[in-house]
């Protein structure tokens, strides 16, 4: 999925919490940049989970925990984050939480 400049994608809108699980779409894939979006009710949990390439997330509303590699990172809306590639990494949310992800090169089905 390729998103054009003038297109908008509206990040805050139509998220769909769903209670024991990540609720993951994609957003778009730019100049080998894929952009996820994942919301995670207060209480639930992206599993230890590594990606073979760099990535990055920002949260962008709620409040979490995201371990890396050992090392527990607290994080709050507008916190960025920087996923090493091949970094173990998970994420536990405080509060309803929303995070874009970006993953430098191509995503596998089931990575993230």
Known sequence: M???????????????????????????????????????KAGDELPSHHVNQAAFAVLLQGRATFPIDGKSHAVVAGSFVEIPKGAEHSIFAEEDSVFLVGIMGAVSEGEC
């Open 2 to 40: 390729t998103t054009a400049l003038q297109d908008t994608v509206h990040l805050l809108e139509n998220i769909q919490f769903v209670s024991g699980k990540p609720a993951k779409s994609q957003i778009a894939s730019i100049q080998g940049v894929s952009f996820i979006k994942i919301a995670l």
